[in-house]
């Protein structure tokens, strides 16, 4: 087979066309930290890495969910914490009034202060966070208790769940029943009546008072434990949502991300390469009659 100088140039050509492909693909993965710039590159890693981005967006989405858990958990147990507060003073008051040394204006002054703490639980029990209502059940948009004075309380005890790893659901409110019920209201209400003189004038039967606004405390107490079970809980789930973060970061580097110091030696190497390439290239690539002539 006769060897021509047109073949010695034009694979000489093609072959440096190649050393410049790979120069300039490692240059991509350098200035890039990746392996590959474009799905056609490597199809496996980029298949593999669109399932990872999307395993690691659902990390993303369930970390914004932890915090609008928090911020549901901790303004409820917050607002419980001021009813705890006002009923505890309310007790303390009838124990003060069903004493017999007081009078009936002494009783009217506790009247008036149990009248302004059951005004306190109405605005703890319509509780707004942002533009919800805490303590509405599912039916966040509107007030739980319209009036002050005939608090009608709601029914909707619908809870309020967040979705925090994949398929698992945690309620994150207090329903209305649990706390600002009727019966609140109700006994409060025949609280401040038998505390007025014109109605009670000796300040009997407020004893019964007693035990009633102790299951209110109750209440409270209880709904706090069931916040602080579920507290405990969604902090144990942040911590494995953490992991599985740092995990799926992990994956999708190795998957994506070169190894700077391998591709940088093969970077030299190729340029080593590339310079013998160019020195024998200029041997084969003689001056010819022709270039005389131009």
Request: hydrophobic share 35%; aromatic share 6%.
């Amino acid at each position: 087979m006769r060897i021509t100088q047109s073949m010695l140039s034009s694979n000489m050509l093609s072959s440096l066309s190649k050393s410049y492909e790979k120069m300039a693909k490692y240059q991509d993965q350098i200035s890039s930290q990746k392996k590959i710039t474009r799905p056609s590159d490597d199809p496996v890693v980029a298949m593999k890495g669109i399932s990872y981005r999307r395993n690691l967006q659902e990390i993303e989405q369930y970390k914004r969910n932890f915090s609008e858990a928090y911020n549901w958990i901790d303004n409820s147990d917050a607002s419980l914490d001021k009813a705890g507060q006002a009923l505890q003073r309310i007790r303390e008051l009838v124990v003060q009034a069903s004493n017999d040394t007081y009078d009936e204006s002494q009783r009217d002054s506790i009247r008036q202060e149990v009248s302004q703490l059951k005004e306190h639980l109405v605005e703890i029990a319509n509780t707004k966070v942002g533009d919800k209502y805490i303590f509405n059940g599912t039916n966040t948009l509107n007030q739980p208790i319209v009036s002050a004075t005939l608090p009608a309380v709601t029914t909707n005890n619908n809870p309020v769940e967040l979705e925090l790893s994949k398929g698992v659901f945690i309620h994150v409110n207090v329903t209305p029943d649990q706390v600002f019920n009727t019966n609140l209201f109700k006994d409060i209400d025949d609280l401040i009546q038998q505390l007025d003189p014109a109605s009670n004038p000796t300040g009997q039967n407020l004893n019964p008072f007693i035990e009633k606004v102790d299951g209110h405390l109750t209440n409270v107490t209880n709904s706090r434990s069931s916040l602080g079970a579920r507290m405990n809980r969604v902090e144990l789930m942040e911590d494995r949502i953490d992991q599985q973060e740092v995990i799926s970061k992990e994956v999708l580097s190795n998957n994506e991300d070169i190894d700077f110091e391998k591709v940088v030696t093969e970077m030299l190497a190729q340029e080593s390469v590339h310079r013998a390439a160019l020195s024998i290239s200029a041997r084969i690539i003689q001056p010819s009659l022709m270039d005389f002539l131009r």
